[in-house]
């Protein structure tokens, strides 16, 4: 079963950057289509970002585009979430998951991504 790691996260003043990492020891994330989503406090689920299995497609919630990029390094079996000018409405536990589906040009953020990470906090505040 894939078991995935995360790394990163922290407290950060608004306008910072934090990057979070994502990486799995027994199997290769080559074939995953990789999603990070986040909750906050009080609130649902929040789909932010996914990259394709072949890593030429990748998709942003609009809370969170122009600011954060994903990205995965194969040889790495690693999968970043680099987050810049971080605002406190970006704090809660972030969460990597995958899915392992045919399709490796495209990701949707609606998929039922199958396996998670622990989850990460992540504090935005000064």
């Known amino acids: 079963q894939l078991q995935l790691v995360q790394s990163g996260g922290g407290l950060v003043q608004p306008g910072g950057s934090l990057e979070l990492s994502c990486t799995t020891s027994?199997?290769?994330?080559?074939?995953?289509?990789i999603l990070w989503f986040r909750q906050a406090p009080g609130k649902e689920h929040e789909g932010i970002s996914c990259?394709?299995?072949?890593?030429?497609?990748?998709n942003y919630a609009d809370s969170v585009k122009g600011r954060f990029t994903i990205s995965r390094d194969n040889a790495e079996n690693t999968v970043y979430l680099q987050m810049n000018s971080l605002k406190p409405e970006d704090t809660g536990i972030y969460y990597c998951?995958?899915?392992?589906?045919?399709?490796?040009?495209?990701?949707?953020?609606?998929?039922?991504?199958?396996?998670w990470g622990q989850g990460t906090q992540v504090t935005v505040s000064s």
């Open positions: 998951a995958a899915v392992r589906v045919a399709v490796q040009s495209i990701c949707v953020m609606t998929w039922g991504y199958t396996y």
């Open positions: 027994r199997f290769t994330l080559d074939d995953y289509t």
């Open positions: 990259i394709s299995s072949g890593g030429g497609s990748t």
